[in-house]
């Protein structure tokens, strides 16, 4: 079981947990102290430290190494925390016109009138304590629980963007149209998220809110996430004839916004992205394109240098079918293969077809310069969460090549590791931060059967199947932040091993996490194929320093 340090005195951290070996967690005694760590954390972050995400009652602090994880778990025990000075700068007020279709029944479940609901809703001042759902959603806290309502028992399917709610003890504003099942008091036409502004969020955890009344308001449309990439006429780069089952535009992703809600997004699998770009001489965090289970067939615009690492499959090369006889007659253009994780050329109009793999399911297409796609902050890949990024590609779309070579020259061909086939992939997993929700027989129960992944897997999560597994606790967990690798345990029992693309904060009990170096490998398992997860403990070094600092 992961170690979990405790801390006697009233103002700091309760205990903290570890989330693999890349992250912990801190659990606090209620919200004001959430604020209070989230605060100092962000003014003052501490050595190695890469991302916190504040959630009810815990702070996960992500860092950038092991060692430097460890070191965190240790100095969060021994802060003693202050409460964050209050000030009347930085008021965000939110214009809302009152006709939410769950006014009447907010004001009967907690015994106000309509016009209370609305008195108490707008006569107090909010505090964003964290975000997570979507970019621009903030679970904002009030400073009374008056409005306090129980979420819908039957969720809806779409929520208009814009639309004001409650849930729980929380207010909050749905960025853009989404399924949710919050109490809906009002709307609102301020944009929450907006990538056009120098800071997108319109609130950001810490920030006071307060909710103005007002007769009619611009309805919030479904604004896209992000700008749609224009139309390239590409002078040099690569038109996608088939797109295959799915191609994306995905770099090694973008870090440090997991408060505003936006996951890291990037290759799944990294190595392979990494192989790509050193074969062609460029960045290792240059833009390619990744794509799943064969299928993809682009054309040279000009000549270009590319490889492909990955999943290994058969690349075809076709030569233009224009070119001509001595006779005048147009003849089939001549095809030729060429080998995986080796650069080659792609001349002007010869069309590259990346076959089904043999194993594994992902490849990367790397192309010299790198793909020149809108950067979004800081990154051009696409998330498939939150709908930041590029588009997935579609027939007939060029694109441009960029300029992020690293090097004169192009790397030699490499050897790759084995991908996962029909056997059984073995993926290391640590103990999760609520392993102690479940007892040994469940421990026992994930590590012995084979889970199959299933079709309803994507870039967020692989779902599987299995001989579910039992809690040993009722009830459920308060949301919390969580990351790549995680293994949440739903209601129904069924494991989802979170990917790169998963939700800032869950809340279902993570019974354990993969270990970082076994992620890209997990990317490589198709639909269909099965996993076995292999028990190990926390590093001897992680284990011993949280029980050297037990209090």
Not at 498 to 510: C, M
Request: hydrophobic share 40%; aromatic share 4%; with cysteine.
């Amino acid at each position: 079981m992961g170690t979990v340090m405790h801390a006697a005195t009233a103002k700091r951290v309760r205990s903290v947990r570890p989330v693999g070996t890349r992250a912990v967690l801190a659990e606090l005694d209620g919200l004001q102290d959430v604020l209070a760590l989230q605060d100092m954390l962000n003014k003052s972050p501490l050595p190695g430290q890469v991302d916190v995400l504040a959630a009810a009652e815990t702070v996960m602090v992500v860092g950038e190494s092991a060692s430097a994880t460890r070191a965190i778990g240790v100095r969060l025990l021994e802060l003693e925390l202050v409460t964050p000075e209050v000030t009347d700068s930085g008021l965000v007020v939110i214009d809302t016109v009152f006709d939410g279709d769950d006014l009447a029944d907010v004001a009967e479940l907690t015994g106000l009138s309509v016009d209370g609901v609305i008195a108490a809703h707008t006569g107090q001042i909010w505090t964003v304590a964290f975000a997570g759902f979507a970019p621009g959603f903030g679970y904002m806290v009030g400073e009374n629980e008056i409005l306090t309502v129980p979420r819908r028992s039957s969720p809806r399917t779409a929520v208009p963007a814009g639309s004001v709610a409650l849930g729980g003890q929380y207010s909050a504003v749905y960025p853009r149209r989404s399924p949710g099942g919050w109490q809906l008091i009002g709307r609102t036409g301020a944009r929450m998220w907006d990538l056009d502004r120098a800071q997108p969020a319109l609130v950001r955890p810490g920030d006071r809110v307060q909710y103005k009344a007002v007769r009619e308001v611009v309805t919030a449309s479904d604004f896209p996430a992000g700008e749609p990439d224009k139309e390239h006429h590409a002078e040099s780069g690569l038109r996608i004839l088939t797109p295959g089952a799915q191609s994306l535009i995905q770099d090694l992703g973008r870090r440090g916004y997991g408060p505003l809600g936006v996951s890291a997004a990037g290759a799944l699998d990294r190595a392979s992205l990494r192989r790509a770009n050193r074969l062609v001489g460029n960045a290792a965090s240059a833009a390619a394109i990744e794509s799943v289970n064969g299928g993809l067939t682009v054309e040279a615009i000009g000549d270009q240098v590319m490889a492909v690492a990955g999943a290994p499959t058969t690349l075809t090369i076709e030569s233009p079918s224009w070119v001509e006889s001595g006779d005048g007659d147009a003849q089939p253009g001549a095809q030729r293969t060429v080998p995986m994780a080796a650069p080659f050329a792609l001349l002007d109009g010869e069309v590259l077809t990346v076959g089904a793999p043999e194993s594994g399911f992902r490849n990367y297409v790397a192309i010299r310069g790198g793909v020149d796609a809108l950067e979004v902050l800081g990154s051009r890949s696409a998330d498939t969460m939150s709908g930041i990024g590029p588009a997935p590609l579609t027939i007939g779309q060029a694109l441009p090549v960029g300029e992020a070579t690293a090097s004169t020259a192009v790397g030699s061909p490499e050897l790759q590791p084995d991908f996962p086939g029909q056997g059984v992939t073995v993926l290391d997993v640590v103990p999760g931060p609520r392993a102690d929700w479940f007892d040994a027989e469940a421990l026992e129960s994930l590590c012995s059967q084979e889970w199959l992944v299933t079709p309803q897997s994507n870039r967020v999560g692989m779902r599987l199947d299995g001989t579910p597994l039992q809690r040993t606790r009722e009830g459920e967990l308060p949301s919390e932040g969580t990351m790549a690798g995680a293994l949440q345990i739903p209601p129904a029992g069924l494991p989802v091993l979170f990917l790169a693309d998963h939700p800032i904060t869950g809340g279902y009990p993570v019974i354990g996490v993969v270990r970082e170096e076994h992620l890209d490998l997990a990317a490589q398992v198709p639909i269909g194929g099965r996993i076995r997860f292999r028990l190990v403990p926390d590093s001897p070094d992680f284990t011993t320093t949280f029980t050297k600092t037990e209090k």
